[in-house]
């Protein structure tokens, strides 16, 4: 079987790695069908994530089918499965509260760990996510992704028409907008790039869609940070109302200015979020299967696995929201 590999950062190959070894115990064997390309996986390729190891197989976000099963395993050979690809230890005082997305012995495939992007891969039962069979492969490669927003969404309560604004239209700041749309929020979103202002926009003619530098004197009820630079997440804060809430999801080592009198005067909350639970998934999967649940603007291609490189190339340069790779 073959998998992609990265010896060091921008080191990105194809390899021949021999068969999958045989699952034990708890373990299911899956051959993969799709993989979608993530931020993080662009942010490794990069080498711009500090705590990322090397070498190391790339992926996290995979579906495909189970082909074997240990004997403990709940999943039966043919089970269609996403990947739960941020482990959790069960044990911890956030593992107990049913708080796993901020375990303290969490690990994150393809970043902290090996990865999923390969023809067949083993995998702890617990981190994989049965799909229900109703749903097209196409929509459910977007669970990982979409669970994130799904979660981070609960944060605070959103709506029919209220005000929201989306910093950032990446895959993270669309699926935002596709679950805010859904909800019937009235939409705003900012973007540095016109192609995802555009992207935005075709989920509902009414969301309107700005330059960060046009959006100065607006105030939302809710806003989303989903871009994860200094500067849009120091323009986040400016753009609460007073009374209002910020969903702080882009992720940044810089180190923000903290507008401590807009925030205390103005009574924001602020709102951290990160990944999800097993919960998110479930929840990801039943909007997913709902037909009037829009997420067709967010997968710009499939490509086959042989074409990893363009594949990579085209999502590094920003112009494009998901790509995913066919194993098969
Ligand atoms: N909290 C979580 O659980 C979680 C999960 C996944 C991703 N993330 C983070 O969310 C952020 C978005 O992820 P993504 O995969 O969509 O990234 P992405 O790079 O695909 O998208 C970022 C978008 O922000 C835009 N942007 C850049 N600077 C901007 C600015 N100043 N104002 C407005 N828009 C600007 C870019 O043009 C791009 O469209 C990243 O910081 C990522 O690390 C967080
Ligand atoms: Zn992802
Ligand atoms: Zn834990």
């Known amino acids: 079987m073959r998998e992609l590999y990265l010896e060091k950062p921008g080191d990105l190959k194809i390899r021949e790695s021999g068969p999958a070894t045989a699952p034990k115990d708890n373990e299911v064997k899956v051959k993969v069908i799709y993989g979608g390309i993530c931020g993080s996986d662009l942010r490794v390729l990069r080498g711009t994530i500090p705590y990322a190891t090397y070498p190391c197989r790339p992926g996290h976000e995979i579906l495909g089918t189970v082909v074997e099963a240990g004997e403990k395993s709940p999943y039966q050979v043919g089970t269609k499965v996403a990947s739960f690809p941020n482990t959790y230890c069960g044990k911890c005082e956030f593992c ?63 709506s029919k028409g209220k005000s929201v604004a989306v910093i950032g239209c990446g895959t993270e700041g669309l699926l935002a907008i596709a679950l805010l749309n859904h909800m019937g929020a009235d939409i705003t979103v900012l973007d540095i790039n016109p192609i995802k202002m555009e992207k935005a926009k075709s989920f509902n003619k009414n969301i309107k869609a700005m330059y960060p530098a046009d959006a100065k004197d607006q105030v939302f009820d809710v806003v989303v940070e989903a871009a994860g630079v200094k500067a849009s997440i120091e323009q986040a804060f400016q753009l609460v ?53 829009n997420v067709a603007p967010i997968l710009s291609r499939i490509d086959p696995f042989a074409k990893y490189q363009e594949a990579f190339d085209d999502a590094l340069t920003g112009n494009f929201a998901k790509i995913v790779l066919d194993f098969r």
Do not use: M
């Open 96 to 158: 107990l509260q049913g708080r796993t997305n901020i375990c303290a012995n969490k690990k994150s495939f393809g970043v902290t760990c090996d990865g999923l992007f390969a023809q067949e891969i083993i995998l702890d039962s617990e981190f994989v996510v049965p799909i229900p069979a109703d749903l097209v492969d196409e929509r459910a490669i977007l669970v990982e992704p979409f669970a994130v927003n799904v979660h981070a969404l609960k944060r605070t309560n959103i």
């Open 241 to 293: 109302k007073p009374g209002g809430a910020l969903i702080s999801l882009g992720i940044t080592g810089d180190a923000i200015n903290y507008p401590a009198l807009r925030i205390t005067r103005g009574e924001i909350t602020i709102y951290g979020t990160i990944i999800y639970t097993k919960k998110d998934f479930v929840d990801a999967f039943a909007l997913l299967q709902d037909p009037a649940f």
